[in-house]
């Protein structure tokens, strides 16, 4: 089975720090993703990355950025955290097949920003 | 603007009743067109999907959705509900040839199941 692990469940930061979530999976896919969802406005995607080293804005890409040095690894960093980054953050990733390759996520890290 | 609509916010039924989840998208071309699940604490896990071919596609957990070209529409339906099923069901769509960056989420229903 495919294995989409995010670092953290929840987190807990303040409004200004410097924020790393991390996200590994386990299956060599070449695509990854980081998603922000929030009640009534579903699944938006923040960015998205490729290859290693590649990367793409999504539809929110504003506040954010990413890091990916190793295939595995896709890294969403927050480098001023504000309190409307308080969110459930998703990391996704998917083979390089494009549509027909499911999108496998994890288990999300719920994100509190005071 | 291509979009993708789910009417339904919450819905709730009762345990071994019927179950249809609307969605509608607004689209050019058909689109390629995904159910995904949402159980609580978890990330989302794919049920189903319609490329092309057989408009009643058949998916995991005892899920199916048929295609409606006419209506544009892909709901999502199970003949006897489960406790288990309770959770939040996402449709969503990517335009056809596209990547699945493209893919598009609807906002979600959330889906009550008393015993």
């Known amino acids: 089975d495919v294995k989409v692990t995010q670092s953290s469940r929840y987190l807990v930061k303040r409004t200004g720090e410097k924020v790393f979530l991390e996200c590994v999976q386990d299956m060599d896919h070449e695509n990854m993703f980081w998603y922000r969802q929030d009640p009534g406005l579903g699944l938006r995607l923040i960015y998205f990355s490729y290859d290693v080293k590649m990367k793409e804005k999504g539809d929110i890409p504003e506040g954010y950025s990413v890091s990916r040095e190793k295939k595995e690894r896709f890294s969403l960093i927050l480098e001023s955290a504000s309190t409307n980054q308080t969110s459930m953050y998703l990391c996704?990733?998917?083979?390089?097949?494009?549509?027909?390759?499911?999108?496998?996520f994890g288990n999300g890290t719920r994100l509190t920003v005071t | 603007a291509q979009s993708v609509t789910q009417p339904d916010i919450h819905i709730t039924v009762s345990e071994g009743a019927s179950l249809e989840l609307r969605c509608n998208y607004s689209?050019?071309?058909?689109?390629?067109l995904f159910w995904y699940v949402q159980s609580p604490g978890q990330g989302l896990q794919l049920l189903l999907k319609y490329f092309s071919g057989d408009t009643l596609v058949q998916g995991i957990k005892g899920f199916e959705a048929e295609f409606k070209r006419s209506q544009s529409s892909f709901n999502l339906r199970k003949p006897s509900v489960h406790w288990s099923d309770a959770a939040e069901y996402f449709c969503a769509v990517v335009p056809s040839g596209a990547g699945s960056y493209q893919l598009t989420f609807g906002k979600g229903t959330k889906l009550s199941v008393i015993p």
């Open positions: 996704a990733s998917s083979a390089r097949d494009g549509y027909n390759s499911p999108l496998h």
């Open positions: 689209y050019g071309a058909t689109p390629y």
